[in-house]
T-cell receptor, first 111, second 112 residues
Framework: SQQGEEDPQALSIQEGENATMNCSYK?????LQWYRQNSGRGLVHLIL?????REKHSGRLRVTLDTSKKSSSLLITASRAADTASYFC???????????FGQGTTLQVKP | DTAVSQTPKYLVTQMGNDKSIKCEQN?????MYWYKQDSKKFLKIMFS???????INETVPNRFSPKSPDKAHLNLHINSLELGDSAVYFC???????????FGEGSWLTVV
């Protein structure tokens, strides 16, 4: 399957803790993107990392990409209750313009 | 201003009916999409249009027919609705294929 996997499927942490979500894929990629979806809402783009990049930061978010392991991780530092949402990675394979989404990680941050 | 807007947000209809979902984007993007999200949150692309031209048509039943009157609009018409069509349908757009995607708020379709 092209979808790859996200891990864990669900994560529950206390406010202030860090949250790490992982994404693995099977084919070579052009870029990988992370999105966030609040309950009952559409997806919102967080970060795009290109295949020649290893790490990107945006505020409390840090994304890493290891193309040799075909994996990426999203780290949210000092989490807040408002970070509660589902987080999706989307991969753009090298040979197509399609973005392929995983099933997401559901993050719950308890106040 | 809403970037990608789709209507209706909620739709409850009986099996066998025909329904449409409309979508408009004011971002000036060339590419528009329809995605389907099932009850397990799995998000799958259905169609992609680039400048009104169909680019991606995943294995979607031909009961689903997209229509793009211009590059700012991509509507989805569904004939003979089935129970399994119940899902959330997201319209989205991007500057080009594979770029950052901007999603609408979703249309919750329930077929009874």
């Amino acid at each position: 399957s092209q979808q790859g996997e996200e891990d864990p499927q669900a994560l529950s942490i206390q406010e202030g803790e860090n949250a790490t979500m992982n994404c693995s894929y099977k084919t070579s990629i052009n870029n990988l993107q992370w999105y966030r979806q609040n309950s009952g809402r559409g997806l919102v783009h967080l970060i795009l990392i290109r295949s020649n990049e290893r790490e990107k930061h945006s505020g409390r978010l840090r994304v890493t990409l290891d193309t040799s392991k075909k994996s990426s991780s999203l780290l949210i530092t000092a989490s807040r209750a408002a970070d509660t949402a589902s987080y999706f990675c989307a991969r753009r394979p090298s040979n197509t313009g399609k973005l392929i989404f995983g099933q997401g990680t559901t993050l719950q941050v308890k106040p | 201003d809403t970037a990608v807007s789709q209507t209706p947000k909620y739709l409850v209809t009986q099996m066998g009916n025909d329904k449409s979902i409309k979508c408009e984007q004011n971002l000036g993007h060339d590419t528009m999409y329809w995605y389907k999200q099932d009850s397990k949150k799995f998000l799958k692309i259905m169609f992609s249009y680039n400048n009104k031209e169909l680019i991606i048509n995943e294995t979607v039943p031909n009961r689903f027919s997209p229509k793009s009157p211009d590059k700012a609009h991509l509507n989805l018409h569904i004939n003979s609705l089935e129970l399994g069509d119940s899902a959330v349908y997201f319209c989205a757009s991007s500057r080009a294929q594979g770029d950052t995607i901007y999603f609408g708020e979703g249309s919750w379709l329930t077929v009874v």
